[in-house]
C-alpha cells in the first residue's frame, strides 16, 4: 500500500513536468516565430520541433528521476531547487548536443532550446514548489518514520516532522530505544529517525536500529550552526562534520553585493510607477511625511535610518508608550514579537500597505547606498541590541536585508530568539540557491499577503 501511494506521488509530478515542459517548449516556439522578422530568419514549423521536445521531455524526466526528485522525499526546498536547476540544465545540455551531431535536425533553431532551458529552470522548480505544497496537505503524500529518542529533544524533532510536510517524513511514532525489540517484528517503516542528544552514544544506537531498519537519520541536538551545506571529514576512521558561516567568505560578499547593486537598480526602475502611486496615496489619506524614517543598526553595527512608506499615524511612537502602560496584554505580545498583530496606530492604507509589504519598496535606495541587502537578516533597532545577547556580534558583521529567511518563513508568527536564530542560521548556510528561494518566497508572500 504504502509503495503504491509513492508511485502515485511519483506518477503526478512526471505528469505534470511531462504537460508544463511541453507547454515550454510550445510558447519557446511561438516567441520564436514572434521574433522572425528581428532575426532574419524564416519561420519555423511546429513539426520540425515535436522531435526534439519530445527528446527534452525524456532527458529532463529521465534526470530528475535518476536525482531522486520523485517523488523526492527528504529534500528541503533548497536542495530541491539545486538539484533541479542542474539536471534540467544537463538535460538541455545533452539535448543541444544531440540536435548539434543529429543531421535530422540541422533544420532545428537552436533558440527554441535556448528559450525553453531558460524558462524550464524558472518555471519548473516554482510549480514544483507548488505542487508539493498542495499534495503535502493530503494523506496520499509522504511516508511513515519512526523516531527514537528521549526528552523534549525527541518531541521537538517530532514536531518539526510535523511542520514542515513538505519533507515527507510522517512520524508514526515516538519510542526510547529500548523499545526497539518490540518493534522487529511489526514493520511500519523503513526509516529511522534518531533524535540523539549531543552526550548519547550515537554509534551503538546507530548500529542497533540499523539491523532493523534500511535507513537511519540521525539528528543530533547541537548549536544552530550550518545544516544545508555541511561536508562529512573522515579523519582517522573519525567522522568529522565541517561547518561554515558561507556569507562572510570574501567571494562571496562581493558577488551578493554586485547583485544587490544590479537587483536594486532595475527594481526600482520597474517599481517606479508604483512608487509614484503609493506616494500620492500616502499624501492624499492623512496629513504627516511621506516616509517614515526610523533608526536600525547595520553591519558593523553602524546606526543608519531604514526608509518606508508611513503606514501609521502621527505621533506613533508616543502613542505606542502610552498604549504599552495601559495594556499588560498588549504590553507582553510587543516584549515577545518586537510588534503588534493589531497595531490600532496604523492607517487603512497602510493595513494594506503592510500586508503585501509594499510600504517596504523605498528600501531599495538602502540597498543602492550600501546600507541594506535584498535579502539578509532582519535589521534590528538599537533599543533590540541588549536582547540579542551573544547573536549580535555575528549578525551585525553582514549588511541586513529588505526580505531573508525569517521574513519568509516567520514573519510575525515567530518569537524573537527565534527570529535570532533564523538570521544566524542564514548567514551560515548562505548560498545563491537559498537567496534564490527567499525571492520566490517573497513573491508568494506577497501575493497572498500571508504572514504580515
Known amino acids: 500500500m504504502r509503495h503504491g501511494k509513492n508511485w502515485l506521488i511519483s506518477g503526478i509530478f512526471i505528469f505534470l513536468d511531462v504537460l508544463f515542459t511541453f507547454l515550454i517548449f510550445r510558447f519557446s516556439f511561438v516567441i520564436r516565430n514572434l521574433l522572425t522578422p528581428f532575426l532574419n530568419r524564416p519561420p519555423v514549423v511546429w513539426t520540425d520541433v515535436i522531435l526534439v521536445t519530445e527528446l527534452g521531455i525524456l ?61 524550464c529552470i524558472v518555471l519548473l522548480p516554482i510549480f514544483h514548489f507548488i505542487t508539493r505544497n498542495l499534495i503535502s496537505r493530503t494523506k496520499l503524500y509522504g511516508i511513515p518514520v519512526i523516531v527514537f529518542g528521549e526528552g523534549e529533544w525527541a518531541k521537538d524533532v517530532t514536531y518539526s516532522l510535523k511542520r514542515v510536510r513538505r519533507l515527507g517524513w510522517r512520524p508514526c511514532e515516538l519510542l526510547t530505544l529500548d523499545k526497539l525489540e518490540e518493534r522487529q517484528n511489526h514493520e511500519t517503516s523503513t526509516i529511522a529517525i534518531l533524535a540523539s542528544a549531543a552526550d548519547d552514544a550515537v554509534e551503538e544506537q546507530v548500529r542497533i536500529l540499523n539491523q532493523t531498519f534500511q535507513r537511519v537519520i540521525l539528528i543530533q541536538k547541537a548549536e544552530n550552526l550550518g545544516s544545508l551545506w555541511v561536508e562529512t571529514r573522515d579523519i582517522d576512521s573519525y567522522l568529522g562534520l565541517e561547518f561554515h558561516f558561507h556569507l562572510l567568505y570574501n567571494q562571496n560578499i562581493l558577488i551578493k553585493r554586485a547583485i544587490d547593486v544590479a537587483g536594486s537598480f532595475i527594481l526600482i526602475l520597474i517599481f517606479s510607477p508604483l512608487l509614484l502611486l503609493i506616494t500620492l496615496l500616502v499624501a492624499i489619506e492623512s496629513p504627516g511625511p511621506i516616509f517614515f524614517r526610523q533608526q536600525r543598526l547595520g553591519k558593523d553595527s553602524k546606526p543608519f535610518n531604514v526608509i518606508k512608506f508611513r503606514t501609521m499615524i502621527n505621533g506613533a511612537e508616543e502613542k505606542l508608550s502610552e498604549m504599552l502602560q495601559s495594556d499588560p496584554v498588549m504590553q507582553a505580545e510587543y516584549l515577545k514579537y518586537h510588534k503588534l498583530e493589531k497595531d490600532p496606530r496604523v492607517t487603512r492604507l497602510g493595513y494594506f500597505l503592510r500586508k503585501y509589504s509594499l510600504d517596504e519598496l523605498p528600501q531599495f535606495w538602502n540597498v543602492l547606498k550600501g546600507e541594506m541587502s535584498l535579502s539578509g537578516p532582519r535589521a534590528y533597532m538599537p533599543s533590540e541590541l541588549e536582547n540579542m545577547g551573544s547573536y549580535a556580534a555575528m549578525l551585525f558583521r553582514v549588511r541586513p536585508g529588505i526580505t531573508g529567511w525569517w521574513q519568509v518563513l516567520g514573519r510575525h508568527q515567530t518569537s524573537f530568539q527565534k527570529r535570532l536564530q533564523m538570521d544566524e542560521y542564514y548567514i551560515s548556510n548562505w548560498s545563491l540557491w537559498m537567496d534564490a528561494y527567499i525571492t520566490i518566497r517573497t513573491i508568494w508572500v506577497i501575493i497572498t499577503g500571508k504572514g504580515a
Open 59 to 119: 532527458f529532463i524526466i529521465a534526470i530528475l528521476l535518476l536525482e531522486g526528485l520523485y517523488p523526492g522525499y527528504g529534500l528541503t526546498a533548497i536542495k530541491e531547487l539545486e538539484q533541479m536547476v542542474k539536471s534540467i540544465t544537463m538535460a538541455f545540455i545533452l539535448l543541444a548536443m544531440v540536435s548539434y551531431f543529429n543531421k535530422s535536425f540541422q533544420v532545428f533553431p537552436r533558440s527554441i532550446i535556448l528559450l525553453a532551458w531558460a524558462q
